[in-house]
């Protein structure tokens, strides 16, 4: 079955302590990435990985790091979560090879709590 | 920049009533793609339709269906006899190329609309 899975699907935390959401599909696809779902500002792209060690910002970066050393993979990294980091986040996978963003795949979201 | 505007926040409908959904998109390019994703409750994304800048064709599956303008820049869906299980938020998105070196298919989302099905 195609998904993606993200693990934690809940977390709670507290401020300064480093955390790792992972991302992982299944569908060989090369474009993943993250975004996080905050009441009424809707989804917003936080890193995007076009192919493993190729990655940029979206639009919300700062206070996240990712990598992407294997095409299944797309770990999020929070190094010294704050409370405004409490949010709703989804992975998302897509495939790009015939230049058409086909539909992106997303995972079944982290909600996190810093606290 | 691209930019997508859904101005309905929230909206209430009673069963059976048919109700359509508004999405205005901003975008420089001429190659770009529209999505419509549904949140339900539980909160998981569902993906319901993809189209892309050179189709304009009006599609229908089932209850939904959906029109594309690019005259006035708009993707609107509508639900004909609308359900309680449509009770959702619904995202419209909009993908453009942007070519940063490594290239860019980033997918820029609306705020959503919070559709209720009253029985």
């Known amino acids: 079955e195609a998904q993606v899975t993200q693990n934690p699907r809940y977390l709670i935390t507290v401020t300064g302590k480093k955390l790792t959401v992972t991302c992982s599909q299944n569908?060989?696809?090369?474009?993943m990435s993250w975004y996080r779902q905050d009441p009424g500002l809707g989804l917003r792209q936080i890193y995007y990985s076009m192919n493993v060690e190729v990655t940029d910002k979206g639009d919300v970066p700062e206070g996240y790091k990712v990598s992407r050393k294997e095409k299944r993979n797309f770990p999020l990294i929070l190094e010294s979560p704050s409370p405004n980091q409490t949010s709703l986040y989804f992975c998302a996978s897509s495939s790009t090879t015939t230049g058409v963003h086909t539909e992106a795949f997303f995972g079944q979201g982290t909600r996190l709590t810093v606290v | 920049a691209q930019k997508v505007t859904q101005a309905q926040t929230e909206i209430s409908v009673v069963e059976k009533e048919d109700v359509t959904l508004d999405c205005v998109y901003e975008t420089r390019d001429t190659t770009y793609y529209l999505f419509w994703y549904k949140q339900p409750p539980s909160g998981e994304l569902v993906f319901l339709i993809r189209r892309n800048s050179f189709d304009e064709q009006n599609e229908i599956s089932g209850r939904y269906s959906w029109n594309f303008q690019k005259s006035t820049s708009s993707f609107n869906f509508t639900i004909t006899a609308s359900q309680v299980v449509d009770s959702a938020v619904y995202f419209c998105?909009?993908?453009?190329?942007?070519?940063?070196?490594?290239?860019?298919?980033?997918?820029?989302f609306g705020k959503g609309t919070k559709l209720s099905v009253i029985p």
């Open positions: 998105a909009l993908s453009e190329t942007r070519y940063s070196g490594a290239g860019s298919y980033q997918l820029t």
């Open positions: 569908m060989n696809h090369e474009y």
